[in-house]
């Protein structure tokens, strides 16, 4: 089944670790998205891509980096994480550009001590 | 960038009643207008959408109305049900903001059995 896939689910690390959360989709969209969101507040958009290659900084900054090497692929990077970067973050995908529905992932909960 | 606002953030409401969660945004040339539905500890999926040619749009129990002059549209909800209880997030896209959808701060709909 066509899908979008987050992994860790839920992550506790110290301060200054460097971490990878993955996404992968099945969708076969070229166009991705990392979102942070504090529970069930607004989602903050901080990297997205257009496709293979391509990788854009969004509305919130943020001190990860992103890779899109595969087309399926998309890893967000904290090189040295902080307690600051305690939130959720969402992962999706679009077929098309920004007039089309976005799937989401189920998420990545990180908890920096 | 596109600014948007959300109204109410919280809004309570007995089963059987309506709600209408209204969203005002600031890009004239936006032109793709989705409703996002989060239940608590899910992803967001889309639940409703219009674009601008259009003025109204229902499913079922769920209509958008858009109003381009006035830049706002409206998420009515009728005969409302206790699974309807979520988070509402508004994302108009399409404009100035290219390839971005830039989500409302979102509304937190409480259904009363």
């Known amino acids: 089944e066509a899908d979008i896939y987050q992994t860790p689910r839920y992550l506790v690390i110290g301060t200054g670790k460097k971490i990878t959360l993955e996404c992968s989709q099945t969708m076969g969209h070229d166009k991705m998205y990392w979102y942070q969101q504090d529970p069930g507040m607004e989602l903050h958009l901080i990297h997205y891509s257009y496709g293979v290659n391509s990788t854009e900084k969004g509305d919130l900054s943020s001190e990860s980096t992103v890779s899109r090497i595969r087309t399926e692929h998309f890893p967000l990077t904290l090189e040295s994480a902080r307690p600051s970067h305690t939130s959720q973050y969402l992962c999706?995908?679009?077929?098309?550009?920004?007039?089309?529905?976005?799937?989401f992932g189920p998420g990545t909960r990180l908890t920096v001590l | 960038g596109e600014n948007v606002e959300q109204h109410p953030s919280t809004l309570s409401v007995q089963e059987g009643d309506s709600a209408v969660i209204k969203c005002t945004y600031s890009?004239?040339?936006?032109?793709?207008f989705p409703w996002y539905k989060q239940e608590l500890g899910k992803r967001p999926q889309l639940i409703i959408d219009?674009?601008?040619?259009?003025g109204e749009k229902k499913d079922q129990r769920i209509a958008v109305t858009l109003n381009k002059t006035a830049k706002h549209f409206s998420l009515h909800i009728t005969e409302t049900q206790p699974e309807d209880s979520a988070v509402y997030f508004c994302?108009?896209?399409?404009?100035?903001?290219?390839?971005?959808?830039?989500f409302g701060q979102g509304t937190i709909l409480t259904v009363h059995p």
């Open positions: 999706a995908s679009s077929e098309y550009w920004s007039t089309d529905t976005q799937y």
């Open positions: 994302a108009p896209g399409g404009g100035t903001s290219y390839g971005k959808l830039t």
């Open positions: 890009d004239s040339a936006s032109n793709y």
């Open positions: 219009i674009r601008s040619n259009v």
